[in-house]
């Protein structure tokens, strides 16, 4: 069965470093998101993205967050000046297109611990 | 704006017991509503949903779940728990735009006693 995967599993990284996540969606699925669940928090929304630009993002997605679709197979969350409290755990999850409801597949997260 | 109340941070049951867990929602219009799974260290899987039609939903797992709009409530249950049931419960909404974003709530976790 197809799935959403991330890589990499883990991330160690210093404050004040820039970070890329990086998400293979599944393949035919056209919309995009990134999630973040800090430990022992609820899974907050960050973005979605749909023919190669935002749909929408919350408030915690500032100008420290980007994402991108650099290829027909990656998405990535780049953030530029890591702070401690962007340390969690980020899901990338795909749907299959825009018009119809249905669910969004997540992949197994990446943690990403700034120091 | 959504959103999603679980009640409940913790609950502990018995192998074979049955199990219900609370999820309340607020949203200005029908809610698309999902039941998703984490064990540790994993993901996120889809457990059930629910857009319209049939009230109650099976997923997969033998659970189920149950729309109530007159008490804004979307329960998840299941008749006999089974150990490799242990996991945190999440309840989400789907916004009505295109991106239909999840908001989530806080989860339950779910102990399994044998």
């Known amino acids: 069965e197809p799935e959403v995967t991330q890589t990499p599993s883990h991330q160690v990284t210093q404050m004040g470093q820039e970070v890329i996540l990086r998400c293979v969606p599944i393949s035919n699925h056209l919309y995009f998101y990134w999630y973040r669940q800090i430990l022992g928090q609820k899974v907050e929304f960050l973005v979605s993205f749909y023919n190669n630009e935002i749909s929408e993002k919350s408030e915690i997605f500032d100008d420290q967050f980007s994402v991108e679709r650099p290829d027909g197979s990656n998405f990535t969350l780049k953030i530029r000046s890591t702070k401690l409290e962007d340390s969690a755990m980020y899901f990338c999850a795909s749907r299959p297109d825009r018009t119809t409801l249905n669910e969004q597949y997540f992949g197994p997260g990446t943690r990403l611990t700034v120091t | 704006a959504q959103s999603v109340t679980q009640p409940d941070i913790h609950i502990t049951v018995s192998e074979g017991a049955s199990l219900e867990l609370r999820c309340n929602y607020s949203y200005g219009a029908t809610p698309y509503l999902f039941w998703y799974v984490q064990s540790p260290g994993q993901g996120l899987q889809l457990l059930l949903k629910?857009?319209?039609?049939?009230?109650l939903v099976q997923g997969i797992k033998g659970f189920e779940a149950e729309f109530k709009r007159s008490q804004s409530s979307f329960n998840l249950r299941k008749p006999s728990v089974h150990w490799s049931d242990a996991a945190e419960y999440f309840c989400?909404?789907?916004?009505?735009?295109?991106?239909?974003?999840?908001?989530f709530g806080p989860g339950t976790r779910l102990s399994v006693l044998p």
């Open positions: 629910y857009f319209s039609g049939d009230t």
């Open positions: 989400a909404v789907g916004a009505h735009n295109y991106g239909q974003n999840f908001v």
